[in-house]
């Protein structure tokens, strides 16, 4: 099994030196972990350009997304104790769900392109939820009129929590017939509420008692109370402007436990969750799904035979199905040269920049942490190839 090479860790480091001296980045934390030890654990450039303040391995960083792996497994524990099933219909929990309609685009009268809406051909389930293929989108994917509908539903106006966030989600018409398309969106804010409604504690209790604290990830939290932890936050550029507005968004909302999005950590933590992974859902002794439910959940539920298409915005990648919550590498690529990596890695990523990897193949498993909109779509494949790289090196 081969080991990174000191030349190729050197080369992870000349790159995120140059990013920070350029001002593309403000900072970033980088490891990379094989056979549950640290090889490479760098901190480059600062928290914050504001304050000057250097990045350290305890800095706390927006998850966005990358919350969305967190919350799928908290399901899937549920699904695994027998508390609720794949196949649940999620109105069984969320009754607004049951009044759910399809919004497809027809021609009106006058020539215009109109909404119409009609009745779902099956239930959204939980499963639907769990491998985004439920209708539910964001409000920036999804086609003009759907945009729209969800953009004058005021998603985000006043104060809301999980209960108030599914309800208006129901109300809204799904982009898709449930089951038939891959498309990014709330579908795992609506699982929040769904864990919240079936364990009968608020998701952050849930992921606390059975997630956070057997894995000792004690900086990972929805909401940052004390001055301590405030000031280990790190801070996006002033001149990243949608992750400037993401942040102050999700900062606007406390009381709004987001499962899609809403979690904050530092990369001791994540490297927790991770090795977790890497391990098949165990970690020092202790068990958190079934061999059965990990393997369930690190299968390609939207890949051939599923009845599930990929649309333009296929966010998974090249080479890569979606199990739940995950993505998994399936195939090589079409690329060529294929993208690096391995049939079977675990990934994902978020729009704060932040980015995870888990290498059965090689027992390793790597993560980036950042703020950035700007440059993520950049960093993050150049990442990804440096640490290959530094593996397919000589030593």
Known sequence: MPSPSPDGLARITRFFDDEVAAGRLPGAVVLIQQHGRPVYLKSFGVRDVRSGVPM????????????????????????????????????????AFADEKVGVEATGMDGSRVLKLAPPAR??????????????????????????????????????????????????????????????????????????????????????QQI??????????????????????????????????????????????SGGGGLVSDITDYARFAQMLLNGGELDGTRYLSPAAFKDMTADHIGDGSGVERDFFYFPGDGFGYGYGLAVRVEPGEARPPPPGSIGELKWDSGSGTYFLVDPKIDMLCILMEQTQNERGRITPAFTKLVYDAFAAPN
């Open 56 to 95: 350290t391995p305890d800095t706390i960083f927006a998850l966005h997304s990358m919350t969305k792996p967190i919350t799928s497994l908290a399901a899937m524990m549920l699904i695994d104790q027998g508390r609720m099933s794949l196949s649940d219909p999620v109105a069984k929990y969320i009754p």
């Open 123 to 208: 239930p959204v389930t939980i499963m639907d939820l769990l491998r985004h293929t439920s209708g539910i989108t964001y409000e920036y994917i999804g086609g003009a009129l759907i945009e729209h509908a969800y953009m004058a539903a005021h998603l985000f106006g006043g104060r809301f929590d999980n209960a108030e966030f599914a309800d208006r989600i129901a109300a809204l018409p799904l982009a898709r017939q449930p089951g038939t398309l891959w498309r990014y969106g709330h579908s795992t804010d609506v699982l929040g509420r769904v864990i919240e409604i079936v364990s009968g504690q608020t998701l952050y209790q849930f992921e606390k």
């Open 212 to 257: 956070l604290d057997p894995l000792g990830m004690t900086s990972t939290k929805f909401l940052l109370t004390t001055p301590e932890e405030q000031a280990r936050m790190a801070e996006p550029l002033p001149s990243d402007p949608i992750l400037v507005a993401a942040e102050r968004a999700r900062r606007s909302h406390p009381e709004w436990e």
